[in-house]
């Protein structure tokens, strides 16, 4: 195992996780109106779909998405149409009055928020393209020839993942603990406002995705 590939490829990945974009966001949205625990499940959608798309790369299947037009394009769409579809519902809770708040959460609501979290967070990054387009760039360059090349690979998937996790944990963490701001309804509607719009920029940024 060559550590200074791990810690080169670690680096690399820490400038992409900390750069502005569908995750934060979708944690900044998230914590505030559903709390620390949906924000975690928020961040286990994302390495779920960090998985995936390593999976994917592995085995070959996303160099399809890249080389064909087709595919990238049908792939591109509905990652585009999702980040869109975030935005408008967060456009609409922006416009809709403020919840009052729960004192008694029910746990059969709870356990449909914590799932509905979890599949935002990986659907955010199993439909983004640019997440598999990383992952051909980055593993030829990191990766051994060898027999230990699969393991070695699947090890820069977990590197990645535990960076994102850190990241994006420290986040809910934080947004947790403005917990007086972030139950202010004027600051829920302008973070949703704001949310919603630059999700739809995503989108939009998304459609005009070329693959190199």
């Known amino acids: ?8 490829f670690a680096i690399i990945a820490l400038l992409l996780v900390i750069s502005p974009g569908p995750n934060g966001l979708l944690i900044a949205k998230t ?8 924000g ?10 960090f998985y995936l ?4 790369s592995i085995l070959g299947i996303s160099v399809i998405l890249t080389q064909s037009a087709e595919a990238f394009f049908v792939v591109k769409l509905l990652g585009a149409a999702y980040l869109t579809w ?8 922006a416009t ?11 746990p059969g609501r709870s356990k449909a928020k914590l799932s509905r979290s979890f599949l935002e967070g990986f659907l955010t990054n199993a439909l983004n393209p640019k997440v598999s387009m990383f992952y051909l760039a980055a ?12 393991s070695y690979a699947f090890l820069l998937v977990t590197v990645h993942s535990l960076i994102n996790l850190l990241w994006f944990s420290s986040m809910v963490l934080l947004f947790s603990r403005l917990v007086s701001a972030s139950k202010n309804p004027v600051f829920q509607r302008v973070l949703q406002g704001v949310t919603g719009v630059v999700f739809i920029g995503f989108g939009a940024k998304l459609m005009a995705l070329q693959p190199k």
Do not use: C, E, W
């Open 86 to 93: 975030i935005g408008l519902k967060a456009l609409l809770s």
């Open 53 to 56: 798309h390593g999976s994917l």
């Open 1 to 8: 195992m060559d550590y200074l590939q791990v810690i080169s």
């Open 96 to 106: 809709r009055p403020s919840p009052k708040p729960q004192t008694n959460a029910i």
């Open 40 to 49: 975690f499940a928020n961040v286990a959608g994302f390495l779920a779909a």
């Open 31 to 38: 914590v505030p109106s559903a709390g620390k625990q949906a």
């Open 139 to 150: 593993f030829p360059q990191f990766m051994p020839i060898g027999d230990n090349a699969i």
